[in-house]
Nanobody, 127 residues
């Protein structure tokens, strides 16, 4: 079964850190760029970050630059999002997504370029 599964969410105080993981199965992981999106109830899903197939290139939303770091371990079919200096506005459901049409990151201003989505992991940042 082709799937991606997120983990690592939780409740953290403002200023704290969390590391999210996304583990893929059923696909050739290192052929695909991977991304993180987030969504709060009633709002559109927003792109957070994307990493190319080999980890050589990455994109970040302006709101998380300098605080979040995306990485991947192709040997273990896993992508990570290290989140530091968390703010209450980072509270959201975080989703992992795979881009099937090549190994480079497409725009993350929209989720339409991503083909496979996980179920999400909740991140809640208290003030």
């Amino acid at each position: 079964q082709v799937q991606v599964v997120e983990s690592g969410g939780g409740l953290v105080q403002a200023g704290g850190s969390l590391r999210l993981s996304c583990t893929a199965s059923g696909l050739v992981f290192d052929e695909h760029s991977m991304a993180w999106f987030r969504q709060t109830p009633g709002k559109e899903r927003d792109g957070v970050s994307c990493i190319s197939w080999n980890g050589g290139n990455s994109l970040y939303a302006d709101s998380v630059k300098g605080r979040f770091t995306i990485s991947r371990d192709n040997a273990n079919n896993t992508m990570y999002l290290q989140m530091s200096n968390l703010k209450p506005e980072d509270t959201a459901m975080y989703y992992c997504a795979a881009h099937f049409n090549g190994g480079w990151c497409p725009a993350i201003s929209t989720g339409k370029y991503f083909d496979l989505w996980g179920q999400g992991t909740q991140v809640t940042v208290s003030s």
